[in-house]
Antibody
């Protein structure tokens, strides 16, 4: 069974760095093809993709956030860490991590429950 | 690729047929277009991928169609649990979402 769960601060101040952790089970990020992605959703608004990290340590980032976002994996702990620098109130929202599988059985997504982060000015 | 979903809200009665639109600013190659359902306080749920393939466990009242730049999600007979927000997503290069369409009960 694949599960993911986000954790981190619920409140950060403008200009600070937001650090969130995704703890997962049911797969290993050392296995060929595996990945973990980060998404966010401002209250009442659309979803936005932030980043993916892959089993081979390659990270892909949203062009709109590329200069501020980074992800790293801690394979031994089944964790992926998201860092978002220089936050503003516009970064307020629910942050989700997810795992995507696309193979002969089709596309499958597994999502965490999300964690709400508020950025104060 | 920018995805446009319109209108922002649709109102239907249970049992009716609903069609939701998603238009892309450029061709979505290989039909790498997915549809998600999201209810308040929950993570998105994958319904459709590759424009027309139902994800595992999704009822057959949900279907997807389209290619190129125009895509449609159809719910053949609305059940009470179908009233939610629906997002389209392209995953050709990077990932982008539409702004969502809310299905309200009339």
């Amino acid at each position: 069974q694949i599960t993911l769960k986000e954790s981190g601060p619920t409140l950060v101040k403008s200009t600070q760095t937001l650090t969130l952790t995704c703890t997962f089970s049911g797969f290993s990020l050392s296995t060929n093809g595996m990945n973990v992605g980060w998404f966010r959703q401002p209250p009442g608004k659309a979803l936005e993709w932030l980043a993916f990290i892959y089993w081979d340590d390659i990270g892909r980032y949203s062009p709109s956030l590329k200069n501020r976002v980074s992800v790293m994996k801690v394979t031994s702990k089944n964790e992926v860490v998201l860092r978002l620098t220089n936050v503003t109130p516009e970064d307020t929202g629910t942050y989700f991590c997810a795992h995507r599988v696309d193979d002969s059985d089709g596309l499958r997504d597994y999502w965490g429950q999300g964690t709400l982060v508020t950025v104060s000015s | 690729i920018v995805l446009t979903q319109s209108p922002g809200t649709l109102s239907f009665s249970p049992g009716e047929r609903a069609s939701l639109s998603c238009r892309a600013s450029q061709t979505v190659s290989s039909n790498y277009l997915a549809w998600y359902q999201q209810k308040p306080g929950q993570a998105p749920r994958l319904l459709i991928y590759r424009a027309s393939k139902r994800a595992t466990g999704i009822p057959d009242r949900f279907s997807g169609s389209g290619s190129g730049t125009d895509f449609t999600l159809t719910i053949s007979r609305l059940e009470p649990e179908d009233f939610a927000v629906y997002f389209c997503q392209q995953y050709v290069t990077s990932i982008t979402f539409g702004q969502g369409t809310r299905l309200d009960i009339k």
